[in-house]
């Protein structure tokens, strides 16, 4: 059983920055992939990026490449969202989740855990 808690969302600007952390319980945070989706009112939730169980592997959406970056710390049981450059349309509630075991990264039902979410809305 893993327990997520995404904290860091709010009011930015457009052009601002903003960095999520999730934390973890339990001993086996290692043993997860980690992703980061969004979902914005009135739409699907959407992968935004993911975080192989070393740290050695990223993965992102097109529409964040350049501006986000995954990070994870297995010491502290932590993933973390960097965000630059934002923009409107990066307005949603951004979920932190763990995969036992996936090479789905960008799947929704491949992840087993997820946490509640952290809001964060982008002004234009």
């Known amino acids: 059983q893993v327990q997520l808690v995404e904290s860091g969302g709010g009011l930015v600007q457009a052009g601002g920055s903003l960095r999520l952390s999730c934390a973890a319980s339990?001993?086996?945070?290692?043993?997860?992939?980690m992703g980061w989706f969004r979902q914005a009112p009135g739409k699907e939730r959407e992968f935004v990026a993911a975080?192989?169980?070393?740290?050695?592997?990223?993965y992102y959406t097109d529409s964040v490449k350049g501006r986000f970056a995954i990070s994870r710390d297995n010491a502290k049981n932590a993933v973390y969202l960097q965000m630059n450059s934002l923009k409107p349309e990066d307005t949603a509630v951004y979920y932190c989740a763990a995969a036992r075991d996936t090479i789905y990264f960008r799947r929704v039902g491949e992840y087993d855990y997820w946490g509640q979410g952290t809001q964060v809305t982008v002004s234009s």
């Open positions: 975080i192989s169980r070393s740290g050695g592997s990223t």
């Open positions: 339990g001993r086996t945070f290692s043993s997860y992939d």
